[in-house]
């Protein structure tokens, strides 16, 4: 099983609408949770934080769920520069340091 | 300053030849990472420095050999490479012993032929 899992995608939606991302990870030991989102031959950049009591910033809202090592981003209103790869990030810190682990990514394209 | 600058951006080398890929960020973070990016798929990690020393390698061959010669600056050496070896090489860094993000750069797009 692999570390962290995505919804395999791609979500193909139209400008306006609402989509959502499901991902879960597998290492109970993790520590911090974050959404990057990647557009095609960039780099990952971070979207937001994931924190237990959920959080949201203008049209996107991310949800933790410790006890299911569950995490989601919903995008509202969605927009044609929303198009990207999402990738779900989870971070563990062990003995030998931190370790940012990516789950596959799910691509989206909002169409017009 | 939130940047990590990575050189060169593009980069195309023999299997015979000898280079390196440079990193560098002034956040004052402590912990340095290099991952490899195939097509489509997700960042892989290969190094993990946590206060210049190596932390965490991923089993990554030998022709690939990090380096960290002080808090601000990363390397990662290549010889002998194969075709296998073309990607997306990225690098990214964080505050060490702390739950907050990594930062990456813009990566350097590796060519082997």
């Known amino acids: 099983r692999k570390e962290v899992e995505q919804d395999p995608g791609p979500f193909n939606v139209p400008e306006g609408a609402t989509v959502a991302f499901n991902c879960t990870y597998s290492?109970?030991?993790?520590?911090?949770f974050f959404w990057y989102r990647q557009d095609c031959r960039k780099e990952p950049k971070l979207l937001m934080s994931?924190?237990?009591s959920g959080n949201e910033d203008g049209r996107f809202t991310a949800q933790l769920n410790r006890a299911s090592q569950y995490i989601s981003l919903l995008i509202r209103d969605s927009k044609l520069s929303d198009s990207a790869t999402y990738l779900c990030v989870v971070n563990v810190e062990g003995n030998y340091g931190q370790n940012f682990v990516f789950g596959p990514g799910t691509r989206l394209s909002v169409l017009p | 300053d939130t940047e990590v600058t990575q050189t060169p951006k593009h980069l195309v080398m023999g299997m015979t030849n000898k280079k390196s890929l440079k990193c560098e960020q002034h956040?004052?973070?402590?912990?340095m990472y290099w991952y490899k990016q195939k097509a489509k798929k997700p960042p892989e990690l290969m190094f993990v420095?946590?206060?210049?020393?190596?932390?965490i390698n991923e089993s990554v061959p030998s022709r690939f050999s990090p380096e960290c010669p002080n808090s601000s600056l990363l390397n990662l050496h290549l010889h002998a490479l194969q075709p296998e070896d073309s990607a997306l090489y990225l690098c990214?860094?964080?505050?060490?012993?702390?739950?907050?993000?990594?930062?990456f750069g813009q990566g350097t797009r590796l060519t082997v032929v």
């Open positions: 956040m004052g973070h402590r912990a």
């Open positions: 290492n109970s030991a993790s520590q911090s």
């Open positions: 994931v924190y237990s």
């Open positions: 420095y946590s206060y210049e020393k190596l932390s």
């Open positions: 990214a860094s964080s505050q060490a012993g702390t739950l907050t993000e990594a930062f």
